[in-house]
């Protein structure tokens, strides 16, 4: 992403807030994708065909302003991803939590 940005001198614009409004919009395009589908019939269908297809488009554009943002910020996504899971798995232990939907605190 890095070079493709500057390839294109886009960096100028690839501020935190242009990439988080930027990578919002991708998620407001991929949610709405899924808006009006039926909770319990929508994975099927975005196994297959147009919208199978769109859902790969969006979930790339989620994917390459994330991995963006991490770069101009400085932050190692895997690295962080691995800290935030292993503090996941202490809050929420598996013999504890097993089938059920964690409460917010």
């Keep these: 992403m890095r070079a493709f940005t500057e390839e294109r001198d886009w960096a100028q614009f690839h501020d935190p ?3 988080i409004l930027a990578l919002t919009g991708e998620v407001g395009e991929l949610a709405e994708l899924f808006q009006w589908l039926p909770a319990d019939t929508a994975a099927n269908r975005a196994h297959e ?4 297809q769109r859902a790969g488009e969006e979930l790339a554009d989620v994917l390459l302003y994330l991995v963006r ?6 932050i190692d ?3 962080a991803a691995h800290r935030k899971l292993a503090g ?7 013999q504890e939590v ?6 917010k605190s």
């Design 17 to 19: 807030k242009s990439l």
């Design 49 to 52: 065909g147009h919208l199978h």
């Design 69 to 74: 943002l991490a770069d101009v910020l400085n």
């Design 77 to 79: 996504l895997a690295e």
């Design 88 to 94: 996941s798995s202490a809050r929420f232990p598996a």
């Design 98 to 103: 097993h089938g059920q939907a964690p409460e």
